[in-house]
């Protein structure tokens, strides 16, 4: 149900987009995060954003550098990464919350994609 892409092989300091597509339901109510897993470490949470688009939460790794967006229309969301580093590097998940407002725990995400791999290379 829910598709994200955009990743791939980056240099240092370049930027990503990356998408998650929403099919067979809408997620305009619910809260949608994206979280990242890199080799051997736990999942973690990297951005959020409410239902509506007004409130957005950041790991404090990301904060100024990445942003998140919603598009309900399209029933799409995004992560701009920008300034991205080695220690990004990690598959990318995108997930949809059972409440309204998003939050960095991962039990509180009902709906999770497959995954797309990001890769920072020195």
């Known amino acids: 149900q829910l598709q994200a892409c955009g990743g791939g092989l980056v240099q240092a300091g370049g930027s990503l987009r990356l998408s998650c597509a929403a099919s067979?339901?809408?997620?305009?109510?619910?809260?949608m995060a994206w979280f990242r897993q890199a080799p051997g470490k736990e999942r973690e949470f990297v951005a959020g954003i409410s239902w509506n688009g007004d409130s957005t939460s950041y790991a404090d790794s990301v904060k100024g550098r990445f942003s998140i967006s919603r598009d309900d229309a399209k029933n799409t969301v995004y992560l701009q990464m920008n300034s991205l580093k080695p220690e990004d590097t990690a598959v990318y998940y995108c997930?949809?919350?059972?409440?309204?407002?998003?939050?960095?725990?991962?039990?509180?995400?009902?709906?999770w994609g497959q995954g797309t791999l990001v890769t920072v290379s020195s």
């Open positions: 997930a949809a919350s059972l409440r309204m407002v998003p939050t960095s725990t991962r039990w509180q995400y009902r709906y």
């Open positions: 067979g339901r809408t997620f305009s109510n619910n809260a």
